[in-house]
């Protein structure tokens, strides 16, 4: 057992010939917990957790050599993204149809969805140290990467299928605009947003409020967002409701969100001389998706020698990889609330690994969990993932001098969630001449808070397509933080608006 999927189950795929004539199997996902059927794709795309509780993960994961990687040096984004998913999706989407919707959804220029030409450009801060921007896409963070491709998938496979679906997600912030983004052209999907009224930003707010469509419902909740969270759980559990129509997840429990995250790691390595050389990732972690698909890519062949854990004050995952307590503490709000959790959904899926992929022994983990105890995983389990996990706990003080550090440097302005991973790289770095990438996960526009905190002066403009976002109408339902309600009132519009 160990943190890599051991070499005999990897390399399944078939012929390791050229990647252009490379076959590959279709893909079956299992649960985390072992108890659920195994599904392929398109029926993972529309799953929200396993029926055993669990999280779906690829069965076996394709394996590429250092030759192929290195052949895809150079290629625009959205072909690097067909080469590194499609044995993801074989199966369930032809090679043509998946070509043809990635193209659309990492496009860029004046008609497309990503305004950097380089769609995740690289930004260099010091001596062998970059920022990876992912907070280009509509949003402005990198939640669009997975649910500009969720969206634009789900309305593909609905239509083959025939079929409509319901998406209910809780939001506190980011995730919220990124989902509404990404499903305001779906024929197939209702989408309803929930957020705690009064207590997201403004920005983020509007972000969400602003988008008009019959199938575009915001809720805000007279709650907290654990509130509104806990009314999707429900919703999940009994789904009477949805008269016969399905429910589908847009948190970072979906699979193709993880899927669609590991290409970046592909897109810097192969910038900055991989795969001949190895490369070290310091990501802002709340819910561990974006750096558990970093994990993948090592998995899949990159060498990625050091992934860090950058988390604030909640730092469950902190406390796991510096001394193996998975113990849920307080929630505390800071200056970076995207990261403001008690608890990593996506971290069960490492564990999964950690310990053999035996999902018996999981579920018993996670039943110690839920039953308040927490738990420490056997010493070489733990040991070997700190082989390639390192971790550290940022502060907001410590937060807003890295803001202001950073820009007396070099003049960037980083959002508070970057800047802890610039603080975790700085310190937890092992290898000076290993070039060193943060996720830059959202654009600092987003968070003026942390930036004017930071004494660095006023928060930049808004891009060009949100330049009028204050001034634009809103539409927004209020609704009592009562589950009955919230429910008769997707019942009511779930259909285009119209009665389900
Ligand atoms: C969602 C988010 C994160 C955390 O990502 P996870 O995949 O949940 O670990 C970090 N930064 C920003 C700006 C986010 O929106």
């Known amino acids: 057992s160990g943190a890599s999927i051991p070499e005999s189950e990897a390399v399944r795929v078939g012929l390791a010939v050229s990647s252009s004539n490379r076959r590959f199997a279709p893909m079956r996902y299992i649960s985390t917990r072992g108890q659920a059927p195994a599904l392929n794709f398109e029926d993972v795309l529309l799953a929200g957790l396993a029926s055993d509780g669990g999280l779906y993960v690829p069965e076996n994961l394709p394996r590429f050599t250092q030759e192929e990687i290195a052949s895809w040096a150079g290629l625009p984004y959205h072909e690097l993204a067909f080469r590194v998913m499609r044995p993801f999706v074989t199966g369930s989407i032809s090679d043509a149809d998946f070509k043809k919707i990635l193209e659309e959804t990492y496009a860029t220029g004046p008609d497309g969805v990503f305004a950097h030409a380089a769609v995740a450009p690289l930004r260099q801060l010091d001596s062998n140290e970059w920022v990876l921007e992912l907070f280009h896409g509509p949003t402005l963070a990198f939640k669009d990467f997975a649910l500009q491709l969720l969206g634009r998938l789900l309305d593909y496979v609905l239509a083959k299928r025939n079929e409509r679906v319901v998406i209910m997600g809780a939001t506190s912030g980011d995730t919220g605009s990124a989902a509404i983004e990404g499903c305001k052209a779906c024929d197939n999907v209702d ?11 403004e920005v983020q707010r509007r972000q969400m409020t602003t988008i008009f469509g019959d199938n575009i419902h915001n809720i805000a909740i007279e709650g907290n967002f654990d509130d509104c969270q806990e009314m999707v759980k429900d919703s999940f559990a009994d789904q009477d409701f949805l008269k016969g129509t399905r429910l589908v997840a847009v948190n970072s429990i979906n699979w193709a969100r993880i899927m669609a995250q590991i290409v970046y790691y592909f897109h810097a390595a192969l910038q900055l001389g991989g795969p001949a050389r190895s490369i070290a990732f310091s990501v802002p972690t709340g819910n561990f998706g974006d750096i558990f698909a970093g994990y993948l890519a090592r998995n899949m062949g990159l060498p990625i020698s050091q992934l860090i854990v950058a988390t604030n004050r909640n730092d469950i995952l902190h406390r796991f990889m510096s001394g193996n307590q998975y113990v849920k503490g307080e929630l505390h709000p800071t200056l970076s609330p995207s990261m403001d959790i008690m608890v990593s959904s996506n971290f ?21 969990f839920r039953q308040g105890g927490g738990f420490s995983v056997d010493q070489d389990r733990w040991a070997e993932a700190r082989k390639l996990f390192d971790s550290l706990a940022v502060n907001d003080a410590d937060t807003c001098a890295t803001i202001a550090q950073v820009y007396a440097e070099c003049g ?5 969630h970057t800047a802890i991973g610039v603080r975790a790289a700085r310190e937890c770095r092992r290898n000076q001449s290993t070039p060193m990438v943060i996720l830059g996960t959202a654009h600092p526009v987003k968070f003026p808070e942390a930036v004017e905190t930071a004494g660095v002066g006023q928060a930049p403009a808004l891009p060009p397509h949100l330049a009028d976002l204050f001034e634009r109408e809103e539409r927004c339902t209020v609704l009592a933080n009562d589950l009955k309600t919230v429910q008769n009132f997707v019942a009511a519009h779930g259909n285009r608006g119209k009665p389900l």
């Open 191 to 201: 989408i309803f947003i929930m957020h705690p009224h009064n207590r997201v930003s």
């Open 348 to 368: 069960e899926r490492l564990l999964f690994d950690l310990h053999g992929r035996n999902g018996a022994a999981i579920g018993q983990l996670m039943a110690n």
């Open 412 to 416: 960037e302005l980083l959002d508070p």
